[in-house]
Nanobody, 115 residues
Framework: VQLQASGGGLVQPGGSLRLSCAAS????????MAWYRQAPGKQRELVAT???????TYADSVKDRFTISRDNAKNTVYLQMNSLKPEDTADYYC??????????WGQGTQVTVSS
């Protein structure tokens, strides 16, 4: 199983980034997908989830700024991040979870929001 995250980088406050996470080795469309983030010195926190049916949830801190989506044909989950703030700076991780098949993590992709 591999979850390959990409799309991180350095962006100015107010800017946008789009993260991608390509999955292999799992039946992607049966997994709930999620993005987490971990800032330096802080615990990992849940950012957004998308269910197999496309229902989404967001942390209050990113609501109305971030959008999670999935393309089952490409086995990929996305996180569109707009109006980025310095407090969004973190390593972002994708996660695939199924109540029977377990949970898998990708490697982090670093997002830095700074002028």
């Amino acid at each position: 199983v591999q979850l390959q995250a990409s799309g991180g980088g350095l962006v100015q406050p107010g800017g946008s980034l789009r993260l991608s996470c390509a999955a292999s080795g799992i039946i992607f469309n049966v997994y709930t997908m999620a993005w987490y983030r971990q800032a330096p010195g802080k615990q990992r926190e849940l950012v957004a989830t998308i269910s197999t049916s496309g229902s989404t949830t967001y942390a209050d801190s990113v609501k109305d700024r971030f959008t999670i989506s999935r393309d089952n044909a490409k086995n990929t989950v996305y996180l569109q991040m707009n109006s980025l703030k310095p407090e969004d700076t973190a390593d972002y991780y994708c996660n695939a979870v199924h109540r029977r098949y377990g949970s898998y993590w990708g490697q982090g992709t670093q997002v830095t929001v700074s002028s």
